[in-house]
C-alpha cells in the first residue's frame, strides 16, 4: 500500500462513485494539482441519476465558491431560490418566511461536475464497475470510496471502519411533479390507513421533488407494498390532489424504501478514505446527503493540500468532518423521529403545530424563528397563550392549587454533603440562593425515606423528626425571602445503586467500610464483581418500603414543601421495578409491564393518600434504558398513562442511568423527545430535563408543545441567577421572573472596561 507517501507532488487517485461527492472531490484534488493521476469509475451512464432536486445551503455554496468559482458560477446559474415553507394540516395553510433555500436538479449537477472533470483532465469511466478496492489501494497513492449507502469499499473492511447501520420506520419514495412549487412543502394527509407526509420543493422553473412518507404499517395498510413504481405515483398523487392542483407524479426508478442511517467507526483504513453517503447519512428531512457528501470532498481536498503527508491528511478530514457530521446526524435524527411520530403531534393548535415541525430539529429554534418571521411567531406566542412583552418561559403554569410564576425549574441534584441524612447550611444556602435567581420552581436533590435507602453517606433524608425540621427551614427561607417561589422535594430509594462513595472520591464504587445491606427488586448487583448483590425484596420488605415512603410523605408535608416529586428513574429502586433489565422476579411485580408497574403504583398510592390534596405530585421516570431489552419509548408512554390515571399531576422525563452498559444518544435537548411524545400521546403534563441549556432552548420546547415545565441542571450551577439572567437577556421585566427587592440594583449586567479607544486626532510627522 502507497498510503505513506508525501501529498504534494504527483499523485495517483482513483475515484469509487460518480456522485456529486467522488465528482466534486475528484474535480478539486485535479484543479489543485494538474499533475495528478484521477480516475472516476461508475457504473451507471452518465445521463442515469436517481432523485430529483438537490438543496444545497449557503454554507456548502460559500465554500465552493472559494474553492472552484467555475462550478459555482455554473451552479449559480441553475438555481431557483426561495424563502418560504408551507405547512398544510387539516386543510389550513400556515407559511413561515425568511428562511432561504436553493436548489437545482441532480442530473443538471452532474452534467456541471462531468464538464468540470473533463475540462480538467479527470478520467471519467461510465458503465463501468471499479476494481476490488484492495488491487485500487495497491496500484494508486490515494482511493476515495464514494460509493453510497451501499458501499461495498465499506463493506470490504467492515472490520476496520466498524459500520453501524439503523434502518427506520418510515417508508418513502422519490417522485417529481411538472411545476414548480413556490415554497417548501409540508403536507399531512390522514387516511383511513394513517398519517401519510408529502415533502415538497421546486428544483427548477417547471419541476418539483415530491417525497411521499409514512410509517411501515401505513405503507403495508394503504397496499403500497403490492403495486409497482407507476401505480405508487398514481396513488400519490390522488392523495395530495390538492397540493399538486390535480397534476400526476412520477419516477425515475423510483422504489419505496426505508431510510438507513450510517454511522462509522473510522473513516479511513491505510490509503482507503470513505466519503458521502459511504461514511455517514442523515435523513433528508433535515436537508441533503449531497451537500454533505460535497463539504467533505471540500475538506478531504483541503487536508491533503495542506497535510505533508497523506495519513495526517486523512486522520485531519476525519477531525474536522466528524464533528460537524456527528451534529448533523443528530439533528437528523430527532427530525427523522419527529415525522415517525407524527401522529402524536396532529391534534396540537395550528400554529403550535408549524412552529413543532419548524423547530422539530432544534437547529431552528424560537429566537432565530424570530428573526426570519416574527409576524408568524407572533402568531404562535399569542395561541400559547403569552402577554404581550412576555417570552414563553415566564408564562404561569398551574399544578392543583400550586401556580408557578414561570416554567423553569432547578433540577433534582444531589450534592453529598449531609450528615446522616441531615440538610444543613450548604443546603439551605444551596437551594435558597437558586430560589432567589428566579425559578418557577426548586427541586431538592433525591431525598431518602431510609437510612439504607441512601446512595452515599451524604445523601439527605426524611427518616427523622430532625430531618423534617431541618427542612422546614429551607421552606421557611424560601417562602419568606423569595415570595412566589416554590419549593418541591424529590423522594427516593436507591436500590441496588446505594452503599457507595461521595461522587469526587468514587461514582458508583462500593464504601471501602461501613457498608449498609442493598435490597433491589432482584438480586443483581449494579456492577458485577464491584457492587454487592442486592437482596431481593419479599412481601414484608414491600410492606415496610412503602410505609417509609408513606412516612416521608407526611414529614415533607409538614416540612412545607409546595410539590412532592417520586423517583422511578436512573436505576434506583423503583425504577429497577420498572425495567425488564434491573426486575427478573416471577412473581406478580415480575414479568409484564403491568406487573412491573405495580409496587411503583403501590408506593405512589400510599403517598398520594397522605400528601395533601391540593398539593401537586409528580413522577420522575427513564423513558428509556439506553440498552438492548430494557424500557422502550413505547413502554414509557405505558408507564406514564399508568402514574397519570393514579393522580400523577406531570411526568418528569428523564432517560438511563439504569444499566452501566447503556449507550446513551447524547447531544443538545437530547431527552426531550420522549418528553414530547408523553405529552402528546398521554395527555399529561410533562417536565423536559436533559441537556436543555439556553432560555432560547426552554422558549423553543414550551412554544412548540414538547414540554410544560424545563428542568435545568447544571445551567443552574454555573449560574444560580439563570432565570434572572435569561430574564434580563430578553428585556422582560415583568411578573414571571421578579428580582429581589436587595439585588434589583443588580439587574442591568455592571459596565465592563472600554475597548472602543478613541481614535487620534492628529498625525505628525517623524522628522
Same mark, same amino acid.
Given at each position: 500500500?502507497?498510503?505513506?507517501?508525501?501529498?504534494?507532488?504527483?499523485?495517483?487517485?482513483?475515484?469509487?462513485?460518480?456522485?456529486?461527492g467522488?465528482?466534486?472531490?475528484?474535480?478539486l484534488?485535479?484543479?489543485?494539482?494538474?499533475?495528478?493521476?484521477?480516475?472516476?469509475?461508475?457504473?451507471?451512464?452518465?445521463?442515469?441519476?436517481?432523485?430529483?432536486?438537490?438543496?444545497?445551503?449557503?454554507?456548502?455554496?460559500?465554500?465552493?465558491?472559494?474553492?472552484?468559482?467555475?462550478?459555482?458560477?455554473?451552479?449559480?446559474?441553475?438555481?431557483?431560490?426561495?424563502?418560504?415553507?408551507?405547512?398544510?394540516?387539516?386543510?389550513?395553510?400556515?407559511?413561515?418566511?425568511?428562511?432561504?433555500?436553493?436548489a437545482?436538479?441532480?442530473?443538471?449537477?452532474?452534467?456541471?461536475?462531468?464538464?468540470?472533470?473533463?475540462?480538467?483532465?479527470?478520467?471519467?469511466? =461510465? @458503465? +463501468?464497475?471499479?476494481?476490488?478496492?484492495?488491487?485500487?489501494?495497491? /496500484?494508486?497513492? !490515494?482511493?476515495? $470510496? %464514494?460509493?453510497?449507502?451501499?458501499?461495498?469499499?465499506?463493506?470490504?473492511h467492515?472490520?476496520?471502519?466498524?459500520?453501524?447501520?439503523?434502518?427506520?420506520?418510515?417508508?418513502?419514495?422519490?417522485?417529481?411533479?411538472?411545476?414548480?412549487?413556490?415554497?417548501?412543502?409540508?403536507?399531512?394527509?390522514?387516511?383511513e390507513?394513517?398519517?401519510i407526509?408529502?415533502?415538497?420543493?421546486?428544483?427548477?422553473?417547471?419541476?418539483?421533488?415530491?417525497?411521499?412518507?409514512?410509517?411501515?404499517?401505513?405503507?403495508?395498510?394503504?397496499?403500497?407494498?403490492?403495486?409497482?413504481?407507476?401505480?405508487?405515483?398514481?396513488?400519490?398523487?390522488?392523495?395530495?390532489?390538492?397540493?399538486?392542483?390535480?397534476?400526476?407524479?412520477?419516477?425515475n426508478?423510483?422504489?419505496?424504501?426505508? =431510510? @438507513? +442511517?450510517?454511522?462509522?467507526?473510522?473513516?479511513?483504513?491505510?490509503? /482507503?478514505?470513505? !466519503?458521502?453517503? $459511504? %461514511?455517514?447519512?442523515?435523513?433528508?428531512?433535515?436537508?441533503?446527503?449531497?451537500?454533505?457528501?460535497?463539504?467533505?470532498?471540500?475538506?478531504?481536498?483541503?487536508?491533503?493540500?495542506?497535510?505533508?503527508?497523506?495519513?495526517?491528511a486523512?486522520?485531519?478530514?476525519?477531525?474536522?468532518?466528524?464533528?460537524?457530521?456527528?451534529?448533523?446526524?443528530?439533528?437528523?435524527?430527532?427530525?427523522?423521529?419527529?415525522?415517525?411520530?407524527?401522529?402524536?403531534h396532529?391534534?396540537?393548535?395550528?400554529?403550535?403545530?408549524?412552529?413543532?415541525?419548524?423547530?422539530?430539529?432544534?437547529?431552528?429554534?424560537?429566537?432565530?424563528?424570530?428573526?426570519?418571521?416574527?409576524?408568524?411567531?407572533?402568531?404562535?406566542?399569542?395561541?400559547?397563550?403569552?402577554?404581550?412583552?412576555?417570552?414563553p418561559?415566564?408564562?404561569?403554569?398551574?399544578?392543583?392549587?400550586?401556580?408557578?410564576?414561570n416554567?423553569?425549574?432547578?433540577?433534582?441534584?444531589?450534592?453529598?454533603?449531609?450528615?446522616?441524612?441531615?440538610?444543613?447550611?450548604f443546603h439551605l444556602v444551596?437551594?435558597?440562593?437558586?430560589?432567589l435567581?428566579?425559578?418557577?420552581?426548586?427541586?431538592?436533590?433525591?431525598?431518602?425515606?431510609?437510612?439504607?435507602?441512601?446512595?452515599?453517606p451524604?445523601?439527605?433524608?426524611?427518616?427523622?423528626?430532625?430531618?423534617?425540621?431541618?427542612?422546614?427551614?429551607?421552606?421557611?427561607?424560601v417562602?419568606?425571602?423569595?415570595?412566589?417561589t416554590?419549593?418541591?422535594?424529590?423522594?427516593?430509594?436507591?436500590?441496588?445503586?446505594?452503599?457507595?462513595?461521595?461522587?469526587?472520591e468514587?461514582?458508583?464504587?462500593?464504601?471501602?467500610?461501613?457498608?449498609?445491606?442493598?435490597?433491589?427488586?432482584?438480586?443483581?448487583?449494579?456492577?458485577?464483581?464491584?457492587?454487592?448483590?442486592?437482596?431481593?425484596?419479599e412481601?414484608?420488605?414491600?410492606t415496610?418500603?412503602?410505609?417509609?415512603?408513606?412516612?416521608?410523605?407526611?414529614?415533607?408535608?409538614?416540612?412545607?414543601?409546595?410539590?412532592?416529586?417520586?423517583h422511578?428513574?436512573?436505576?434506583?429502586?423503583?425504577?429497577?421495578?420498572?425495567?425488564?433489565?434491573?426486575?427478573?422476579?416471577?412473581d406478580?411485580?415480575?414479568?409484564?409491564?403491568?406487573?412491573?408497574?405495580?409496587?411503583?403504583?403501590?408506593?405512589?398510592?400510599?403517598?398520594?393518600?397522605?400528601?395533601?390534596?391540593?398539593?401537586?405530585?409528580?413522577?420522575?421516570?427513564?423513558?428509556?434504558?439506553?440498552?438492548?431489552?430494557?424500557?422502550?419509548?413505547?413502554?414509557?408512554?405505558?408507564?406514564?398513562?399508568?402514574?397519570?390515571?393514579?393522580?400523577?399531576?406531570?411526568?418528569?422525563?428523564?432517560?438511563?442511568?439504569?444499566?452501566?452498559?447503556?449507550?446513551?444518544?447524547?447531544?443538545?435537548?437530547?431527552?426531550t423527545?420522549?418528553?414530547?411524545?408523553?405529552?402528546?400521546?398521554?395527555?399529561?403534563?410533562?417536565?423536559?430535563?436533559?441537556?436543555i441549556?439556553?432560555?432560547?432552548?426552554?422558549?423553543?420546547?414550551l412554544?412548540?408543545?414538547?414540554?410544560?415545565?424545563?428542568?435545568?441542571?447544571?445551567?443552574?450551577?454555573?449560574?444560580?441567577?439563570?432565570?434572572?439572567?435569561?430574564?434580563?437577556?430578553?428585556?422582560?421585566?415583568?411578573?414571571?421572573?421578579?428580582?429581589?427587592?436587595?439585588?434589583?440594583?443588580?439587574?442591568?449586567?455592571?459596565?465592563?472596561?472600554?475597548?472602543?479607544?478613541?481614535?487620534?486626532?492628529?498625525?505628525?510627522?517623524?522628522?
Amino acid at each position: 500500500m502507497a498510503g505513506a507517501i508525501a501529498v504534494s507532488g504527483a499523485l495517483r487517485v482513483a475515484v469509487i462513485g460518480g456522485g456529486p461527492g467522488g465528482l466534486y472531490a475528484a474535480a478539486l484534488l485535479k484543479r489543485l494539482d494538474p499533475e495528478r493521476d484521477i480516475t472516476v469509475w461508475e457504473r451507471n451512464a452518465p445521463d442515469d441519476t436517481f432523485g430529483f432536486g438537490v438543496v444545497l445551503s449557503d454554507e456548502t455554496l460559500g465554500g465552493i465558491e472559494h474553492a472552484d468559482p467555475a462550478v459555482y458560477r455554473a451552479l449559480q446559474a441553475e438555481f431557483v431560490r426561495w424563502d418560504d415553507i408551507d405547512i398544510v394540516h387539516r386543510g389550513r395553510t400556515l407559511t413561515s418566511g425568511g428562511h432561504g433555500f436553493a436548489a437545482l436538479g441532480r442530473r443538471r449537477l452532474l452534467e456541471i461536475l462531468h464538464e468540470r472533470c473533463e475540462g480538467l483532465g479527470v478520467r471519467l469511466r =461510465f @458503465r +463501468t464497475e471499479a476494481p476490488p478496492v484492495a488491487e485500487l489501494a495497491a /496500484t494508486h497513492d !490515494l482511493v476515495i $470510496a %464514494a460509493d453510497g449507502v451501499h458501499s461495498a469499499t465499506r463493506d470490504a473492511h467492515g472490520d476496520v471502519f466498524a459500520p453501524r447501520i439503523t434502518t427506520h420506520r418510515c417508508r418513502y419514495i422519490w417522485l417529481a411533479a411538472d411545476f414548480a412549487f413556490d415554497s417548501f412543502r409540508f403536507e399531512i394527509a390522514e387516511t383511513e390507513h394513517g398519517v401519510i407526509q408529502l415533502h415538497g420543493y421546486p428544483y427548477s422553473k417547471d419541476a418539483s421533488t415530491v417525497i411521499v412518507e409514512m410509517r411501515e404499517e401505513v405503507w403495508r395498510a394503504a397496499g403500497f407494498d403490492q403495486v409497482d413504481e407507476a401505480e405508487s405515483a398514481v396513488r400519490c398523487a390522488k392523495i395530495f390532489a390538492d397540493a399538486l392542483d390535480g397534476r400526476p407524479l412520477r419516477g425515475n426508478s423510483s422504489a419505496w424504501t426505508a =431510510f @438507513r +442511517t450510517v454511522v462509522n467507526d473510522r473513516w479511513s483504513h491505510g490509503n /482507503t478514505v470513505l !466519503l458521502g453517503d $459511504a %461514511a455517514h447519512t442523515a435523513h433528508f428531512s433535515i436537508g441533503s446527503g449531497t451537500k454533505l457528501a460535497v463539504e467533505d470532498a471540500l475538506a478531504l481536498a483541503a487536508c491533503i493540500e495542506e497535510q505533508p503527508g497523506l495519513p495526517a491528511a486523512l486522520a485531519a478530514y476525519e477531525s474536522e468532518r466528524r464533528p460537524v457530521v456527528e451534529s448533523t446526524q443528530r439533528a437528523a435524527g430527532a427530525s427523522l423521529r419527529w415525522f415517525e411520530e407524527l401522529a402524536t403531534h396532529l391534534d396540537q393548535p395550528p400554529h403550535q403545530f408549524a412552529f413543532n415541525l419548524l423547530t422539530r430539529s432544534r437547529r431552528v429554534t424560537h429566537d432565530n424563528l424570530r428573526l426570519r418571521d416574527a409576524a408568524f411567531t407572533g402568531a404562535v406566542e399569542k395561541g400559547f397563550g403569552c402577554p404581550p412583552g412576555t417570552p414563553p418561559m415566564f408564562t404561569p403554569f398551574r399544578l392543583r392549587s400550586l401556580t408557578l410564576r414561570n416554567r423553569v425549574v432547578v433540577s433534582p441534584m444531589d450534592m453529598y454533603v449531609a450528615k446522616d441524612g441531615l440538610p444543613g447550611d450548604f443546603h439551605l444556602v444551596h437551594l435558597g440562593a437558586r430560589a432567589l435567581g428566579g425559578a418557577g420552581l426548586v427541586m431538592t436533590e433525591m431525598v431518602c425515606v431510609s437510612p439504607e435507602g441512601r446512595i452515599t453517606p451524604g445523601c439527605t433524608g426524611l427518616y427523622t423528626s430532625e430531618q423534617r425540621d431541618a427542612w422546614r427551614r429551607v421552606t421557611d427561607f424560601v417562602h419568606l425571602s423569595s415570595p412566589g417561589t416554590a419549593i418541591g422535594v424529590q423522594l427516593g430509594h436507591s436500590g441496588r445503586k446505594g452503599s457507595t462513595k461521595l461522587m469526587w472520591e468514587g461514582i458508583d464504587q462500593p464504601l471501602d467500610q461501613d457498608n449498609w445491606p442493598l435490597s433491589a427488586a432482584s438480586p443483581l448487583p449494579y456492577r458485577p464483581g464491584v457492587n454487592q448483590i442486592p437482596h431481593a425484596l419479599e412481601r414484608t420488605g414491600l410492606t415496610e418500603i412503602r410505609e417509609q415512603f408513606a412516612a416521608a410523605t407526611r414529614r415533607a408535608a409538614h416540612s412545607g414543601f409546595d410539590l412532592l416529586e417520586l423517583h422511578c428513574a436512573h436505576g434506583y429502586l423503583l425504577s429497577g421495578f420498572l425495567s425488564p433489565l434491573t426486575n427478573h422476579r416471577t412473581d406478580t411485580y415480575g414479568g409484564s409491564l403491568e406487573n412491573r408497574l405495580r409496587f411503583p403504583l403501590e408506593v405512589f398510592d400510599e403517598m398520594r393518600a397522605v400528601w395533601p390534596d391540593d398539593r401537586p405530585m409528580t413522577v420522575r421516570i427513564s423513558a428509556t434504558d439506553w440498552a438492548d431489552g430494557g424500557t422502550t419509548a413505547d413502554d414509557a408512554v405505558v408507564i406514564a398513562r399508568a402514574f397519570a390515571a393514579h393522580g400523577a399531576d406531570a411526568i418528569d422525563v428523564s432517560t438511563g442511568q439504569v444499566v452501566p452498559d447503556e449507550q446513551p444518544e447524547y447531544g443538545r435537548s437530547y431527552q426531550t423527545p420522549y418528553a414530547d411524545r408523553i405529552r402528546n400521546e398521554v395527555n399529561v403534563p410533562v417536565i423536559a430535563v436533559g441537556a436543555i441549556s439556553s432560555w432560547d432552548d426552554v422558549n423553543s420546547l414550551l412554544l412548540a408543545g414538547r414540554a410544560d415545565l424545563c428542568a435545568l441542571a447544571r445551567p443552574h450551577l454555573h449560574d444560580p441567577h439563570w432565570t434572572l439572567h435569561a430574564a434580563a437577556d430578553q428585556d422582560y421585566t415583568g411578573p414571571g421572573a421578579p428580582w429581589p427587592l436587595p439585588y434589583r440594583a443588580g439587574s442591568r449586567k455592571p459596565p465592563t472596561g472600554r475597548t472602543d479607544a478613541p481614535k487620534p486626532r492628529l498625525t505628525l510627522d517623524a522628522r
